[in-house]
């Protein structure tokens, strides 16, 4: 399976780019994405993620074709 | 009920004019605009940025009108958000809320421009008047301390 993530706002900049794309056979969570991706960076406590665009938590299966978020705390309006 | 995401300066009492025409049956309108101030955490700001999730700040504020729309009797709802280059001064969000009753009206604009503030992905980058530049970490409570 294929799956998409991105990045943004201050975690894009500390990572030092917006997207990523991960191929692997078997059962990854949302954490398993970033840790594949990331090994050496711990995944920040105040991070949100999304799948698809809907908010979920770490432990959320991803399927092929879903697209990852991980981005920090939003400070809109 | 009408999500706009702007890339450019807008005048929201003439988005209000112009969206009401094609509102029928209201009594009561509530409507909430946040500015940008030329001041931060006891800095001078003089412009900023706004990034957001293009697709998932549309979704999440659809979703937010409809938990309003559940909630309350809300005959439409407008929301326009900018993103991209902002100066002081310049309005950052419009919520306007048609209703029939004022206490609908009120409230349907409340839930939402909170939930908006906690939940659509729009991050906020500041120029401050020392040319630094620099991320907003997290929304206030949305009150000064007197």
């Not at chain 1, 990572?15 to 990523?20: A, E, I, K, V």
């Not at chain 2, 706004?50 to 309350?72: D, F, N, P, R």
Request: proline share 3%.
């Amino acid at each position: 399976m294929t799956i998409k993530v991105r990045y943004f706002a201050s975690l894009k900049d500390s990572l030092g780019r917006s997207d990523d794309c991960v191929t692997d056979t078997g059962s990854l969570s949302v954490h398993d994405v970033w840790q594949r991706l990331n090994a050496a960076q711990a995944l920040p406590t105040n991070v949100l993620v999304a799948v698809n665009m809907d908010y979920v938590t770490l432990d959320t299966i991803v399927k092929d074709g879903d697209e990852v978020a991980f981005f920090p705390p939003v400070t809109g309006g | 009920m009408t999500i706009i995401i702007r890339n450019a300066a807008f005048n929201p009492w003439q988005e209000i004019q112009h969206y009401q025409d094609g509102v029928t049956g209201y009594g009561a309108t509530n409507i909430f605009i946040g500015t940008m101030r030329d001041f931060n955490d006891g800095d001078t700001v003089k412009a900023m940025t706004l990034e957001h999730y293009e697709g998932m700040t549309e979704k999440q504020l659809a979703k937010i009108v409809e938990q309003a729309s559940q909630q309350w009797a809300v005959l439409d709802a407008l929301i326009v958000h900018r993103v991209g280059d902002i100066l002081p001064n310049e309005p950052i969000v419009l919520v306007s809320v048609w209703t029939t009753h004022r206490g609908d009206a009120f409230d349907a604009c409340r839930f939402i421009m909170e939930a908006l503030k906690s939940h659509a992905p729009f991050w906020k980058k500041e120029l401050l008047i020392t040319d630094e530049e620099r991320w907003v970490t997290h929304n206030t409570d949305g009150y000064q301390s007197k």
